[in-house]
């Protein structure tokens, strides 16, 4: 049972419905490697998953989860910003995922920044198969989290309605900023006139 409390699940939910196998995803933020495995696991052997991450520690821990799982030969791990995405990845993809904020168990210091996210965004967004989803969590509840919700939300508000819909989970009877999530989905179809 999935529990709505846990942001990254949603993601999981809402992603899990459109990836196929074969597909090309990007996991933006690497991290523990959790939505690393998720999505390798989702692509299937002959999909490819590209994971960022900034830390060689973050990537350490991903390989080592994916070895275990047996995941490794269907992840590019790519110890780069994600505001590079376009110089790594070229093909059309499916879903890009990120997981904002700072390394779990890591340095706090080290967190994704808003000017350098919008630019991943905005990059993430050109990459998309009609159909394709991007998501992101986000923790407001700090404040460069709080302004890359403030920024992601201007530049969300501003998408064409015939090109993208948005959604924006929020949690809203929870203390202390909880997390929140934007959904972004390319429109796979138009209405006929
Ligand atoms: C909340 S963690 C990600 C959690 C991860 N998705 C998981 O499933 O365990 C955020 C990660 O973003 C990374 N990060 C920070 N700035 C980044 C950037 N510009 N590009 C890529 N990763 C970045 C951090 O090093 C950290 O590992």
Known sequence: MISIKKITELAHHKTGLIIKKGDYVVDATAGNGNDTVF??????????????????DALAKTAEILKKKELSDRVSLIQSGHEQLLQYVRNPVSVVMYNLGFLPGGDRQVTTKSETTLSSFKQALTLLKPGGMITMVIYPGHSEGRLEKEELMLVCKDLSSSDYAVLHLELINQA??????????????????
């Open 39 to 56: 999505l390798a696991e989702k692509v299937g052997p002959v999909g490819h998953v590209y994971a960022f991450d900034i830390q060689i």
């Open 176 to 193: 202390n900023d909880p997390p929140e999530l934007f959904v972004v989905q390319k429109i796979f179809f138009r209405p006929a006139e």
